[in-house]
């Protein structure tokens, strides 16, 4: 039994993003060509990318499964949050895509889902894309207010950077 904390349950995958949330979307240029694209998608669904950004994963799983439980964690030392969730939806290659979409259980100091999904587009570009919808669950989250957004963003821009570097060393 899930306890997912929000009713929208998988829609970064089907759209549209529901009301009420604050939407993220940044799509960043990753590579070109098949070889970029299989290098992007293993390193998202097998939470190198994360990892490699400086969060810390914990999972049962080596790669993104739907049902599986995730748990990453950013910060230094003490002051560290962690966000627990669970994975809502995967692809693995269909429609030119890889990634998947996870979203938040108890605990996590936001209610909502995100996903990251490489796309291999027909010109052969790979892009990379963090799409998200969430909104405070927490007492300082909701204290934080706007910089919250601007936190997302950053982090979404900082995978971009770091998924564009693993690609271009593999």
Known sequence: MSTLTYPEVGATR????????????????????????????AAVTEWRMHRAS???????????????????????GPLRFTAPCEVIWTAYGEDGRTGFGYGTLAGHPERGEECFVVELADDGTVW???????????????????LVPLAQRWYARRLGRTLRRIVAGS
């Open 14 to 41: 089907l759209g549209p993003l529901p009301r009420g949330y604050h939407h993220l979307h940044h799509r960043t240029r990753i590579g070109r060509g098949e070889p970029d694209f299989a290098a992007a998608g």
């Open 54 to 76: 400086g969060a810390r994963v914990e999972s049962p799983g080596r790669r993104a499964e739907p049902g599986c439980g995730v748990r990453v964690s950013l910060g230094l």
């Open 128 to 146: 990379f894309t963090v799409l998200a919808f969430s909104r405070p669950a927490s007492w300082y989250t909701r204290l934080a207010g706007p």
